[in-house]
């Protein structure tokens, strides 16, 4: 069907700052993937990088996260050059910037080997992937060219604080674990508190996510056991019930500012598994399967003990599938008054 723009010599102007991407989802939950347009950034490490783009470019997460562009669930990789890797990553979303992110890896290792932008052979395609929390060894199960699913060993995870109670403004008593899965979570049951664990119900989750975060932080000190910047708590998970037959249970992570996990949660399932085998209820590689609030799942189990600093820690092996939805060219215009981005949660 021929169409007014078949012959359109539009360019962008000068002026307009371009950006390209690719589009993914992780059982469900966004990834914006940067390919062009963004500054060189220097440093010996994933952290150092972290640092210097949030300290002098991080316009261009808000520019890019935040209205018009993104939204309030947004998230982002930025992928850079590795010395010890195959790729250093972080990642951005509304709030500022995570320490680890499941869903990302399995994104980034279905795009590496879907499209070619990484040349391996065989069934099992591997790629190392250096993130704020650590080294991440991933692998692409191949069915003939196309990936199937991807696995990943995530960083050692531990659980920080058991059977804890505090008292919560507008919902009254909660208890809660605190759980280390690359990031730091506080895990809830949502029945005690009135909660199911649908989309119905994401307006209360949210709300009740937050409420649990921000009172949990001001009673609790998050230190990591080697890294001052990791040391955050980065939101709540509920957990529930499943709702189909053979998988363990449900969960929805609320994160950030807000931000609703449309996933299972790649560092959420690795806190939980790291829980649930301090609890006795996990042995050494039992698999389980954790439903997300759209019904997407992650299948993570235990597959050694280790010790990591004073805790004794679990490392997670995560599996899941990602897709990919889209290119897409942004521009960021100096003369848009609201080209930095804008946020509504």
Known sequence: MSSLFDQWPWQPPARMHRLTTVEMH????PLRIFTSGLPELPGDSVLEKRRYFRDHHDHLRTATMWEPRGHADMYGAVITP???ADLDVFFLHNEGYSTMCGHAIIAITTLA???GLITRTGDRRKLTINVPAGRIDAVAHMSGDCVDHVSFRNVPSFV??????????GIGTVQFDIAYGGAFYAIVAAQPLGLTLSPTELNRLIEAGRRIKHAVMATTAIEHPFEPDLGFLYGTIFT?????????SRNVCIFADGEVDRSATGSGVSARAALHHARGELPLNAPITIESILGSTMTVRAVETTQFGPYAAIVPEVSGTAFITGRNELYLDPQDPLGRGFNFR
């Open 113 to 115: 080997f879907d499209t």
């Open 82 to 84: 590795s010395r010890d």
């Open 160 to 169: 920080y604080r058991r059977e804890q109670q505090i008292e919560v403004p």
């Open 26 to 29: 992780t059982g469900g939950e």
């Open 240 to 248: 529930g019930p499943a709702r189909e037959p053979g998988h363990h």
